[in-house]
Antibody
Framework: QVQLQESGPGLVKPSETLSLTCNVS????????WSWIRQPPGKGLEWIGYMYYSGSTKYNPSLKSRVTISVDTSKNQFSLKLSSVTAADTAVYYC????????????WGQGTLVTVSS | QSALTQPASVSGSPGQSLTISCTGTSSDVGSYHYVSWYQQHPGKAPKLMVY???NRPSGVSNRFSGSKSGNTASLTISGLQSEDEADYYC???????????FGGGTKLTVL
C-alpha cells in the first residue's frame, strides 16, 4: 500500500520560501506523476503542479513564477518550494500521486497546514 | 472562481438517491474521459471515489456511480447513508495551460 507523508515547517514568514517534502513509502516513485495540491482553510482544492519521476513538470499558471517541484528518486521523495509567500498562501498542502497526469489522484498524504504569518 | 462548477450544497434523507453535478467546458469535461470525483470528510485528505468518468477504485461502494453528458459530469449516490455526509469535489483533465482543474466542491448533508 502506497503511503505519502508531508514534512516541513508549519509557519513561514511573509516574503520567505515555503519548503515541503513528501516521503513515498510502500511503492516506487518511478513511473508516476507526483503532485502538490493545496486547500485554504474552509475553501476548495487548488492544483499546484506535478512532476513526472523523470523530471518533466507542469505548474498552475497562477503560481508558476513562484513554484518549483523536484524529485529525488534515490530517496523516494519529492519536494515543493513556493517563494515570496503571502497570507494568501496559508493552506493545508497535500502531496499526492496522479496515476496518469489526468487528475486521477489515487493516493494522498494526510496534509500539512502551513501558515504564513510574521 | 473554480474552473468546474458544482452546486455549493445538496441534501437528502437516508436511503434516498441524489446526484451532484460538475459543469465544465469543451476544453475539459466535454472533451476528455478524465473526470474524477473525491470525497472529503472534515480534517481528512480527499479520497478517490470515481475515476475516468464512471470507474470505481477497488474498495469503493457500488452505491457511488459516475456519468457524463456533454460538458457536465455527475456523481450519483444511491441508498444515502449518514457516513456519506462530506464534501465532494470533481476534477478534470484540461487542454488549457492548467492540465488539472477542480470544482469548487459540494457539501452533502444527510438529513
Amino acid at each position: 500500500q502506497v503511503q505519502l507523508q508531508e514534512s516541513g515547517p508549519g509557519l513561514v514568514k511573509p516574503s520567505e520560501t515555503l519548503s515541503l517534502t513528501c516521503n513515498v513509502s510502500g511503492g516506487s516513485i518511478t513511473g508516476y506523476y507526483w503532485s502538490w495540491i493545496r486547500q485554504p482553510p474552509g475553501k476548495g482544492l487548488e492544483w499546484i503542479g506535478y512532476m513526472y519521476y523523470s523530471g518533466s513538470t507542469k505548474y498552475n499558471p497562477s503560481l508558476k513564477s513562484r513554484v518549483t517541484i523536484s524529485v529525488d528518486t534515490s530517496k523516494n521523495q519529492f519536494s515543493l518550494k513556493l517563494s515570496s509567500v503571502t497570507a494568501a498562501d496559508t493552506a493545508v498542502y497535500y502531496c499526492a500521486r496522479d496515476a496518469g497526469a489526468t487528475g486521477m489522484i489515487d493516493y494522498w498524504g494526510q496534509g500539512t497546514l502551513v501558515t504564513v504569518s510574521s | 472562481q473554480s474552473a468546474l462548477t458544482q452546486p455549493a450544497s445538496v441534501s437528502g434523507s437516508p436511503g434516498q438517491s441524489l446526484t451532484i453535478s460538475c459543469t465544465g467546458t469543451s476544453s475539459d469535461v466535454g472533451s476528455y474521459h478524465y473526470v474524477s470525483w473525491y470525497q472529503q470528510h472534515p480534517g481528512k485528505a480527499p479520497k478517490l471515489m470515481v475515476y475516468e468518468v464512471s470507474n470505481r477504485p477497488s474498495g469503493v461502494s457500488n452505491r457511488f456511480s459516475g456519468s457524463k453528458s456533454g460538458n457536465t459530469a455527475s456523481l450519483t449516490i444511491s441508498g444515502l447513508q449518514s457516513e456519506d455526509e462530506a464534501d465532494y469535489y470533481c476534477s478534470s483533465y484540461t487542454s488549457t495551460s492548467t492540465p488539472v482543474v477542480f470544482g469548487g466542491g459540494t457539501k452533502l448533508t444527510v438529513l
